[in-house]
């Protein structure tokens, strides 16, 4: 039976380190787009955040698919939203 002495894969991405808990419960904005003074007041900008993935059956209305009229397994993200408060 064989063993590794010295090389070994990576355990992970990269880009989730640092590993350690968040400082907020909830995040923030970090940038807002630009303000256009011609335009009227509107929502700039929304928070959420990945809270997991799913999967769900729809069907697949694209004329000219072979899929057409048909079911299909799609993969999907859930976004958690905290309640917004409007201020204004």
């Known amino acids: 039976m064989s063993h590794r002495k010295f090389e070994h894969p990576r355990l ?8 350690k808990r968040s400082q907020r419960a909830r995040g923030k904005c970090k940038k807002f787009p630009r303000d256009d003074v011609t335009k009227p007041p509107h929502l700039t900008a929304f928070l959420g955040f990945k809270a997991g993935m799913t999967h769900i059956v729809r069907d697949v209305d694209k004329p000219g698919s072979k899929l057409h009229k048909k079911e299909t397994l799609e ?14």
Do not use: Q, R
Not at 75 to 88: F, K, N
């Open 75 to 88: 993969a999907v993200t859930i976004v958690e939203t905290p309640a917004m408060i409007v201020i204004g």
């Open 12 to 19: 992970g991405h990269l880009g989730f380190l640092p590993k």
